[in-house]
Structure formats: structure tokens, C-alpha cells
């Protein structure tokens, strides 16, 4: 079985996503591209989304982001009465 076979039968099961995420993937994956770049850039300038900044990459990992996402959803709900 010559190496293109054999990758054709890899599949990529939802757990083997990768943690690490660049700039892109990160606004592209997590964010949903919600937000401009601009703003995520100005977010992480600022120090308001976990990141780690490794010579001129930005790098974030995807499992703190979401954790930080669902934190910050839950200090902006408001409760009625």
C-alpha cells in the first residue's frame, strides 16, 4: 500500500482536533468570525482574551478559549424577577 492509500484511510475524528490555533484559526474556529479581526486583534493587545504570543505569532489554545468564552457568557447573563 503505497502512502496516498494509506492516507486515504485515516479519517479525523472529532476528538483530534487540534488544541493549538493560530491567529486565523482562532477568529475562524472559536470566534465564528463574529468579530472583525481588528477587534480580536484589539481584544488580545489589551490583554481581555488569553493568549500566548511566541516572537511575532499569536498562538491560543482552544480548550482555554472556550473556557473563557462560556466564563464570559456567564458574567453577562442578568437575571429578572
Known amino acids: 500500500m503505497n502512502t496516498v492509500t494509506q492516507l486515504e484511510h485515516i479519517q479525523v475524528s472529532p476528538n483530534s482536533r487540534r488544541n493549538v490555533l493560530t491567529f486565523a484559526e482562532a477568529w475562524d474556529e472559536v470566534f465564528e468570525k ?42 453577562n447573563v442578568t437575571y429578572s424577577n
Open 34 to 75: 463574529a468579530i472583525s479581526k481588528d477587534k480580536l486583534y484589539a481584544e488580545v493587545r489589551a490583554g481581555r482574551i488569553p493568549h500566548a504570543k511566541i516572537g511575532s505569532k499569536i498562538l491560543f489554545r482552544r480548550d482555554t478559549l472556550e473556557a473563557w468564552f462560556k466564563q464570559q457568557e456567564s458574567l
